[in-house]
C-alpha cells in the first residue's frame, strides 16, 4: 500500500478536505440551529460528524482500493434550515436523523428499497432538492440589505473568485467573512479567551425521541435528499472514471455511522460527489490505481478539522446570523442551479417538477408535515395524473 502514496495525491486530498469542511461547515450549523440545537450541541455534531466522514474516508479506499470520498449530508443541512424547528425539538430531531440512518442501511442491505428509491424520478428529486436550497440562496442578497458594508465584500469576493478559481470561491467568501467580521463588527475584548476556552472538543450525546411527525417532516425527505443528492451520484461519479463498486455495502456502512452520528444530533454521513470528482481524476494521480490515496489524505484532513469546529463556531457566533446565512447559501448556488436545471430538463415532466419546487420552496407545512415531502407528494400525483390521461388517450 505505501507503495501507491505519492505528493500529488497527498496535495489532492489536503484540497479536498479544506474545500470539503470549509465550503459547507456553515450550512451545517445553519441546519442544527434551526432545528433547535444549542451551540456546544452543535460545536459536538460538527466534530463527531467531521471524525466519523474522516473514518469512512479512510476505510473506504483502504477497503476498496479506489479513491471513495465521503461526506456529510450537506443538502439534508438544507433541508433543516427549511423545515425549522419541529415537535419535540431537538431530540426529536434526533430521532428522525437515526430513522433516516436505518432507511440508509436498509436500503444498502435490501434491494427492493434501494430500487424504490431509484424509482423515485430524478426531475421530482432535483425539483425538491432545488426548492430546499431557494431559501438558504437568497441568504446572500438578504445580507447585502441587511449592511452592504458588511454583505457585499463577502458575495463580491465570491464572485470574483468564481470566475477565476472556482473551487476557492467559497473558502474566499469565508475568509472575506472572517476580515468583515474582524474588522466590521464590534468584537468583545475577551474573544481571545472565549476562543481559547473553546478549543477543546466536547461530546454531547442527544437523547432521541421518536415522533411520527419527525419521521415525515423530517426522516423520509432528509433520506430522499441524501440518497438522491449524495450517494448515488456519488457512485455514479466513480463510474465515470472506471471504479465500480457496489453500491449496497457502501451505503449501508454510510447507513451505520450516519446511525452514530445522530445519537450526538448529526446530520447522516454519506458518500461525496464533488469530493469524489477531484479524488478519482488525473489531476490526484496519473495512474488510477494509486488515486485512492487521495481519498485517505481528505479523510484524515476531515479529522483534523473536526478538532477545531468548537473554536469555529465559537468564532463566527460573533457575527450577525445572516453574515453566515450569507456564507451557507453561496455554498449552495452551484447546488441550487444544477439540481434546478436537472429538474427542468425533461419536458414530460416538467409540470411536475415546478409543482414539486412550488410546495417545497413556500416552506408550509400541511398537517404538521413540512412542505419537502408535499411537495414531493403533490410532484409525484402529477405526474401519476399526467400518465394516466395520456395512457387513456386524452
Not at 476562543?195 to 477543546?200: E, Q, R, V, Y
Not at 455511522?257 to 496519473?286: K, Q, R, Y
Not at 417538477?353 to 403533490?378: D, H
Request: proline share 6%; hydrophobic share 60%; charged share 5%.
Amino acid at each position: 500500500m505505501l507503495k501507491d502514496f505519492s505528493i500529488q495525491a497527498t496535495i489532492m486530498g489536503t484540497l479536498v478536505a479544506f474545500v470539503g469542511f470549509i465550503s459547507s461547515f456553515a450550512v451545517i450549523m445553519q441546519g442544527l440551529t434551526a432545528m433547535g440545537a444549542a451551540p456546544d450541541q452543535v460545536a459536538s455534531a460538527l466534530f463527531v460528524l467531521a471524525a466519523l466522514m474522516g473514518l469512512l474516508g479512510i476505510i473506504f479506499p483502504l477497503w476498496k482500493r479506489m479513491p471513495i470520498s465521503c461526506a456529510w449530508s450537506t443538502p439534508g443541512a438544507a433541508l433543516l434550515t427549511s423545515v425549522g424547528m419541529i415537535e419535540g425539538g431537538f431530540s426529536a430531531a434526533a430521532g428522525a436523523f437515526v430513522m433516516c440512518a436505518v432507511l440508509i442501511i436498509l436500503s444498502g442491505l435490501f434491494q427492493p428499497l434501494g430500487k424504490a428509491m431509484r424509482m423515485i424520478p430524478a426531475s421530482l428529486a432535483n425539483a425538491m432538492l432545488a426548492g430546499i436550497l431557494l431559501s438558504l440562496c437568497l441568504a446572500p442578497v438578504k445580507a447585502i440589505a441587511f449592511n452592504p458594508w458588511l454583505g457585499l465584500p463577502i458575495v463580491g469576493t465570491w464572485m470574483v473568485f468564481l470566475m477565476w478559481k472556482r473551487l476557492w470561491a467559497v473558502p474566499a467568501a469565508l475568509g472575506a467573512f472572517a476580515l468583515v467580521l474582524v474588522f466590521g463588527v464590534d468584537l468583545p475584548p475577551d474573544m481571545l479567551s472565549k476562543l481559547g476556552s473553546s478549543i477543546h472538543p466536547t461530546l454531547v450525546p442527544v437523547m432521541p425521541t421518536f415522533t411520527w411527525h419527525g419521521f415525515v417532516s423530517v426522516a423520509i425527505p432528509l433520506f430522499v435528499v441524501t440518497m438522491a443528492s449524495q450517494n448515488i451520484p456519488g457512485i455514479a461519479i466513480l463510474k465515470v472514471y472506471g471504479y465500480e463498486p457496489a453500491p449496497g455495502p457502501l451505503f449501508a456502512s454510510t447507513g451505520v455511522f450516519s446511525l452514530v452520528a445522530a445519537l450526538f444530533g448529526a446530520v447522516p454521513v454519506n458518500l461525496a460527489a464533488i469530493t469524489a470528482a477531484m479524488c478519482a481524476s488525473d489531476e490526484a494521480h496519473p495512474d488510477p490505481k494509486r488515486r485512492y490515496w487521495s481519498a485517505i489524505i481528505g479523510g484524515i484532513g476531515y479529522i483534523l478539522f473536526g478538532l477545531l469546529a468548537s473554536a469555529i463556531i465559537a468564532f463566527v457566533a460573533f457575527a450577525p446570523p445572516i453574515l453566515l446565512q450569507a456564507v451557507a447559501g453561496l455554498a449552495l448556488v452551484g447546488a441550487f442551479s444544477s439540481s434546478a436545471q436537472a429538474a427542468f430538463r425533461d419536458a414530460d415532466h416538467r409540470e411536475a417538477a415546478a409543482i414539486t419546487f412550488l410546495v417545497t420552496a413556500s416552506g408550509t407545512a400541511f398537517m404538521g408535515v413540512s412542505g419537502a415531502f408535499w411537495g414531493l407528494v403533490a410532484g409525484a400525483f402529477m405526474l401519476g395524473l399526467r400518465r394516466f390521461v395520456q395512457q387513456n388517450g386524452h
